[in-house]
């Protein structure tokens, strides 16, 4: 992959996210205004069905991921062979099932009023996020067949059609319908992006052969479980707060959530464009050494390396002083626009610096995946989610207040992903001394902005934006000594050039 096209792929996939979650961004502010933290922490509950949902595949698309790069690589652009059709058809008829019996499963839910009856949202707005989560399984196909094909700017302009038109109605309408207006302007955008995306390459929407669809369900098993741990890593918290705190409470916490997830969309952006190309690049490798009849290094699984490590320094080099200086803007932000969820803002900080820590993984965590090594990463994926959900609920039982859960959810965090890292650097470092070096500047660069910030943030009167202002100036200034140390070598004035020629020059 020529260096324009990935920064331009995955600069184009992290600005469209991003622009996406700054729509999304003011419909959550907007929704909480009038909402209210009850109100608020009722919408974030019926959205673990959407997350939830989004694994009904029972890993199929994972396995899709993973087989459908080599099946239509040289094929041109927007075409699809059909080898990798009858790969399609038979993803879709596990998608299509694996859908249905999610719809069963939430009905049952539905019907005995657990947990949708305790938060008092009634029977109408969960059926319309099911009918979310079943659209956005639809999508996921698409995006994944659509990625296997390198159309990344027609996965980028889906998702920013659907966020612009799901959560601009969202916004018009959550004052006078509340959360069902929201959900209905959501399913219009999504509708929207699934004829853009179906109109980039006609992927098949007939069930294929069971057998085709099994063998990716096993392919891609280690990844779905992965990746289901993961989720389970990232709600637990939600659902302990359900178990045994209020609503209003997990209104509050939405706040750190919402800011949680900003953090890692950067580095899930440019992990997404990495995937294929590793995945590719790992079977690539594999066949030259079953052809040799050794362990062949094969010259593309070497570009993929060095991709993999770029980006890793970079992003973890970079993304702390963003997320330390808008920590500190926090507060006077919801004291002047959401004065009552100021409870919150603790909880935010710490979440924030939770998924600083985990978004140092998600590079590392996607090639080793990508690359052949999700058992050894499912094992330790389960153990740390079954120590994330020990520790928050333990926690959640005794003080059930947005500050201890975030806690607990940001050790959990970290120890997920201090443990991804160390794993990675087996297979991407030669020596000890690359494997400490590797982790040293994956996580002190986040220890070091995380802790200017929340210093700061102890000193002056914490709702002022003139307070702010001279914090984030001190907090910019704190950190040129870990930008300049650990931002040696990893080429972030090449980075630029890149970018700028990728706007001008076609690849």
Request: glycine letters at 12%; one cysteine or more; aromatic letters at 8%.
């Amino acid at each position: 992959m020529h260096p324009r096209k990935f920064v331009r792929d995955a600069l184009g996939v992290a600005l469209s996210t991003y622009l996406a979650r700054v729509v999304l961004l003011v419909r959550g502010v907007v929704a909480a205004a009038v909402l209210g933290p009850r109100g608020y922490g009722g919408w974030n509950a019926l959205n673990l069905i959407v997350d939830y949902g989004s694994y009904a595949s029972c890993g199929a698309l994972q396995g899709l991921d993973l087989e459908l790069p080599a099946a239509v690589a040289g094929a041109p652009s927007a075409t699809v062979p059909e080898p990798a059709r009858r790969l399609l058809a038979g993803a879709w008829g596990v998608v299509v099932l694996g859908g249905l019996l999610f719809a069963a499963a939430v009905g049952i839910g539905i019907v005995t009023g657990r947990p949708v009856g305790t938060l008092a949202l009634g029977v109408r707005a969960p059926l319309l996020m099911l009918a979310a989560a079943l659209l956005q399984l639809v999508i996921q196909y698409h995006v994944s067949a659509l990625k296997a094909l390198g159309a990344f700017g027609a996965v980028s302009r889906a998702s920013a059609l659907q966020v612009l038109i799901g959560g601009g109605a969202g916004v018009a309408l959550v004052s006078r319908f509340g959360i069902e207006g929201m959900l209905w302007g959501w399913l219009t955008g999504t509708v929207f992006a699934l004829a853009l995306l179906q109109r980039q390459a006609r992927i098949p929407l007939l069930p294929g052969w069971p057998a085709t669809g099994w063998a990716l369900v096993r392919a891609g098993l280690p990844v779905f479980a992965f990746f289901t741990a993961s989720l389970v890593l990232r709600s637990v918290d939600r659902l302990a707060l359900i178990r045994y705190g209020t609503a209003a409470g997990l209104g509050q916490y939405s706040l750190g959530l919402m800011a949680a997830g900003l953090v890692l969309y950067l580095p899930e952006s440019a992990a997404s464009v990495l995937y294929p190309r590793v995945a590719a690049a790992a079977r690539a490798r594999v066949a030259a050494g079953v052809a040799a009849g050794a362990a062949a290094e094969e010259p593309g699984w070497a570009r993929a390396q060095l991709d993999v490590t770029r980006a890793q320094r970079a992003l973890t080099v970079t993304m702390p002083p963003i997320v330390a200086v808008a920590m500190v803007w926090a507060a006077p932000f919801v004291a002047t626009f959401l004065p009552a969820f100021r409870e919150g803002v603790p909880a935010l900080r710490l979440l924030a610096v939770g998924a600083l820590m985990l978004a140092a993984a998600t590079i590392p965590s996607y090639f080793l995946l990508g690359s052949g090594h999700a058992p050894r990463l499912l094992t330790f994926g389960i153990a740390a989610a079954a120590f994330n959900a020990a520790l928050v609920f333990a926690v959640a039982a005794r003080a059930p207040h947005p500050v201890p859960v975030a806690l607990a959810s940001a050790i959990g965090y970290t120890v997920f992903g201090l443990g991804l890292v160390a794993l990675a650097t087996r297979e991407l470092c030669a020596s000890g001394a690359e494997r400490r070096a590797f982790l040293v500047a994956s996580f002190v660069p986040a220890v070091w902005g995380a802790g200017l910030a929340l210093a700061s943030c102890r000193v002056g009167p914490e709702s002022s934006w003139a307070a702010a202002l001279a914090r984030s100036l001190a907090v910019a200034a704190g950190y040129l000594p870990a930008l300049w140390w650990f931002g040696r070598g990893v080429g972030l004035k090449r980075l630029a050039r890149e970018w700028v020629l990728a706007r001008l020059v076609p690849v």
